[in-house]
């Protein structure tokens, strides 16, 4: 039986802000591991079983970014679905589920197939554990049930939603996060799990039940899925048909109501990392039971998390706070509040800010770059272009910029003039003048751009060709 990974990757992890953002969220950060991201992790676990090439639902802004952490931990072929607009993980599975049919009967498995739907933000340390749960689930699956995982809790928990469970994996009851007093009564009873979201079913199995219990959200995903287009490693969906898809998530739209729900209890280590304080409650701890991440100088303090991106942080005599570093923004919060990170991440978007969206570093799919000083009519980028790779032919309307090779070769193109430039080699490129930049060479090209003019901002670019099908 083959089992294809269905990575739900569309959140932005704003509780998680500084360190999470629009542009670069939560799941593309390595908050547990040195090496891999929340999302890397989540594919990783799942080689040690007989899987298939994975699809990934993201959205647009994240697609890039996604495709870069694939092919990093050697992920060569993978269907990438860009949802057009957030709907929740109804129509999220479904698009999956409609992707599944078609790259499956290609190759005549489909009927020897099942979906594993793994959000993109959970960790999981105890793989055998994972396994076990598995292997029990796709004997369920392959019998034609709709089976989802629960966790079996450890403590009265608020944040989460509850299955009670039944015989024979039957599910009983599915329960909205409850307050303290029910979430210890669950507890106590023994009968009540942890609602994970994962989930194991085959792609027709679950589009029949969407079909018989939320017929529209079924028509309007596969009426937009039927009009998609293919975009180098992505499937774009029809954006307004998709649009017109109601929102809702799998547990109200299906879960609650087929007959075919069977839950497997799964009895090691989980946590989504939702905000800062689950992050530490998971992450391993000092004597003082302090998690220090970074550059950290710690006297006297205790039961704190404090994390450095780019300088020293040092902290005395304070007790559960969290501190997040990061070059541009600084998270100071009593433990106890981290649910309200939103709110200030809300007051920054009001304040038509931009600490919301972006770090000072910007990854793109030609490398990335590094905000170095921003003033009123300049602004001093660190650019790095990876081997092979061209920025977009473009120009800007009031800006102009100077461009100064520190490492590798540049193959520019100014107005007219192609030229090469090498280590402590320049050109100027006047506002108004089509220009491109490259790195025709073997290691990475770093350069540093010096902007001037009366707007800098990032809208201010006219591309008349780009090799990454932009248009912004």
């Not at 569309?10 to 998680?16: E, M, P, T």
């Not at 970014?65 to 129509?91: C, D, F, H």
């Not at 450095?308 to 005599?317: P, Y």
């Amino acid at each position: 039986m083959k089992i294809i990974p269905i990575i739900l990757s569309g959140g932005v992890g704003s509780r998680l802000w500084p360190l999470s953002r629009e542009h670069y969220p939560k799941q593309c950060l390595p908050l547990t591991d040195k090496e891999y991201s929340l999302l890397q992790q989540t594919l990783l676990r799942t080689q040690s079983l007989e899987v298939g090439n994975p699809i990934v639902v993201c959205n647009e802004d994240h697609r890039f970014l996604i495709a870069q952490q694939l092919q990093s931990i050697g992920v060569k072929k993978s269907s990438i679905l860009l949802e057009p607009k957030g709907r929740n993980t109804a129509p999220a599975i479904a698009l999956a589920a409609f992707e599944t049919q078609r790259t499956q009967s290609e190759i005549a498995e489909l009927s020897d197939t099942l979906m594993l739907v793994l959000p993109a933000d959970h960790v999981i340390r105890d793989i055998a554990a994972f396994e076990e749960t598995i292997t029990q689930a796709v004997e369920l699956a392959k019998k034609g049930a709709l089976v989802t995982f629960g966790v079996q809790p450890t403590c009265p928990e608020t944040g989460y939603g509850y299955i009670r469970s039944g015989e024979d994996f039957a599910v009983a009851e599915f329960v909205e996060k409850p307050n303290l007093e029910k979430a210890q009564a669950y507890l106590e009873s023994g009968e009540y799990l942890w609602n994970s979201g994962m989930f194991l079913f085959s792609a027709k199995a679950y589009l029949d039940e969407l079909s018989a219990h939320r017929n529209d959200i079924f028509q309007s995903v596969q009426n937009a899925y039927q009009q998609r287009s293919e975009d180098m490693d992505f499937v774009r969906i029809d954006a307004q048909l998709f649009a017109e898809c109601p929102e809702e998530s799998i547990d109200f739209a299906v879960m609650e109501k087929t007959k075919k729900a069977k839950v497997v209890p799964y009895h090691g280590d989980w946590s989504d990392i939702g905000a800062w304080d689950a992050l530490y409650d998971y992450s391993d701890k000092d004597s003082d039971q302090n998690v220090l991440l970074g550059d950290v100088m710690s006297e006297g303090s205790s039961n704190c998390l404090i994390r450095s991106e780019s300088r020293l942080v040092a902290a005395v005599g304070v007790k559960d706070l969290v501190i997040v570093e990061t070059a541009d923004a600084i998270l100071v919060m009593d433990k106890n509040n981290a649910q309200d990170v939103k709110k200030i991440v809300k007051r920054i978007q009001t304040e038509d800010r931009e600490e919301h969206m972006y770090h000072t570093q910007v990854h793109r799919p030609w490398g990335s770059y590094e905000t170095v000083d921003l003033g009123e009519r300049h602004q001093v980028k660190r650019i790095t272009v990876k081997p092979g790779e061209k920025l977009s032919v473009q120009m800007h309307h009031h800006r102009a910029e100077h461009w100064v090779v520190v490492s590798g070769t540049a193959k520019v193109q100014n107005g007219d003039q192609e030229i090469l430039l090498t280590e402590n080699e320049s050109t100027y490129i006047p506002v108004g003048v089509v220009h491109a930049l490259e790195n025709p060479g073997k290691i990475l090209l770093q350069l540093v751009e010096v902007q001037s003019g009366s707007y800098l901002g990032e809208d201010d670019i006219v591309r008349f060709s780009d090799r990454y099908g932009r248009s912004k």
